[in-house]
């Protein structure tokens, strides 16, 4: 039975980071996003994993999909071991908190939070129904912001500390069969969603904000989920492991 890894935004960034190394490591990997097939971004994806990997086209909006997608998976590659629960957005518009809007407040809790929750739900349930030989996880990808503060983009960091709390849930639902649930805090990662930030931060880290000096980068994310999705840190479910080179570490 193959080792299968269900990827949120697995086509790029933080999520294909992440692909590569679980695909090194000898998983087969299910790739979910909104992103139309045809995008360029998932071709060079699939090209670069390999045969191992299968592109889903799924918005995590749409919860009444949830089952036909995880179907589809099962029947090309085998039953999930390993969800990287990793697709999120972030706000719209960055600004003054006291002038933010519900329709941007629920566009990053529909997916961030919601679509995260009813997703690793049914992943879940899935698990528990049937045996592996295979130790199974759910790794929720969340950010620094679930417990530092930017005034600027409130409804992001609501939505990770929230998801924060939602991965420790899971973590002591799933213990006693031996399920691991794992929370990995990323803290300024070099991607197209820190794009537009880039030289505000670059100049933020060569002045001392993050102590190994350098932007991460979304193979220092999949380095992690390797050992946890090989089961070789199974004793340490419900951990949030900040992934950020020192960034939370609290200085004087």
Same mark, same amino acid.
Not at 27 to 40: G, H, I, K, P, W
Not at 53 to 79: C, F, K, M, W
Not at 206 to 221: K, M, N, S
């Given at each position: 039975?193959?080792?299968?890894?269900?990827?949120?935004?697995?086509?790029?960034?933080?999520?294909?980071?992440?692909?590569?190394?679980l695909?090194?490591?000898?998983?087969?990997?299910?790739?979910?996003?909104?992103?139309?097939?045809?995008?360029?971004?998932?071709?060079?994806?699939?090209?670069?994993?390999?045969?191992g990997?299968?592109?889903?086209?799924?918005?995590?909006?749409?919860?009444?999909?949830?089952?036909?997608?995880?179907?589809?998976?099962?029947?090309?590659?085998?039953?999930i071991? @390993?969800? !990287? $629960?990793? *697709?999120? %957005? &972030?706000?719209?518009?960055?600004?003054?908190? #006291?002038?933010?809007?519900?329709? =941007?407040?629920?566009?990053?809790?529909?997916?961030?939070?919601?679509?995260?929750?009813?997703?690793?739900?049914?992943?879940?349930?899935?698990?528990?129904?049937?045996?592996?030989?295979?130790?199974?996880?759910?790794?929720?990808? @969340?950010? !620094? $912001?679930? *417990?530092? %503060? &930017?005034?600027?983009?409130?409804?992001?960091? #609501?939505?990770?500390?929230?998801? =924060?709390?939602?991965?420790?849930?899971?973590?002591?639902?799933l213990?006693?069969h031996?399920?691991?649930?794992?929370?990995?805090?990323p803290?300024?990662?070099?991607?197209?969603?820190?794009?537009?930030?880039?030289?505000?931060? @670059?100049?933020?880290?060569? *002045?001392?904000?993050?102590?190994?000096?350098?932007?991460?980068?979304?193979?220092?994310?999949?380095?992690?989920?390797?050992?946890?999705?090989?089961?070789?840190?199974?004793?340490?479910?419900?951990?949030?492991?900040?992934?950020?080179?020192?960034?939370?570490?609290?200085?004087?």
């Open positions: 039975m193959n080792r299968v890894a269900l990827i949120t935004g697995g086509q790029r960034g933080i999520g294909l980071g992440v692909a590569h190394s695909a090194e490591a000898g998983f087969s990997l299910a790739l979910a996003s909104e992103v139309d097939e045809a995008d360029r971004s998932v071709a060079e994806a699939l090209r670069n994993l390999g045969p990997a299968r592109y889903y086209r799924h918005d995590l909006r749409d919860y009444s999909g949830v089952a036909a997608l995880l179907d589809r998976v099962e029947a090309d590659l085998g039953p071991t @390993t969800l !990287v $629960s990793n *697709a999120g %957005v &972030s706000a719209k518009q960055r600004g003054d908190m #006291l002038e933010l809007q519900p329709d =941007s407040f629920d566009f990053v809790m529909d997916i961030n939070l919601k679509g995260a929750f009813f997703l690793a739900q049914n992943v879940a349930k899935r698990m528990l129904e049937r045996s592996s030989p295979h130790y199974r996880s759910l790794v929720f990808v @969340t950010s !620094v $912001s679930a *417990a530092t %503060v &930017s005034i600027e983009r409130a409804e992001y960091c #609501l939505s990770k500390a929230a998801s =924060s709390m939602m991965a420790k849930l899971f973590a002591v639902r213990a006693p031996g399920i691991g649930v794992f929370e990995l805090r803290g300024i990662i070099e991607t197209d969603m820190t794009a537009g930030v880039r030289d505000k931060y @670059t100049a933020r880290i060569e *002045a001392g904000l993050v102590p190994a000096a350098r932007w991460g980068q979304p193979q220092d994310i999949g380095s992690i989920v390797v050992p946890i999705a090989e089961g070789r840190m199974a004793f340490a479910s419900g951990a949030a492991i900040p992934v950020d080179g020192g960034l939370s570490i609290p200085r004087l």
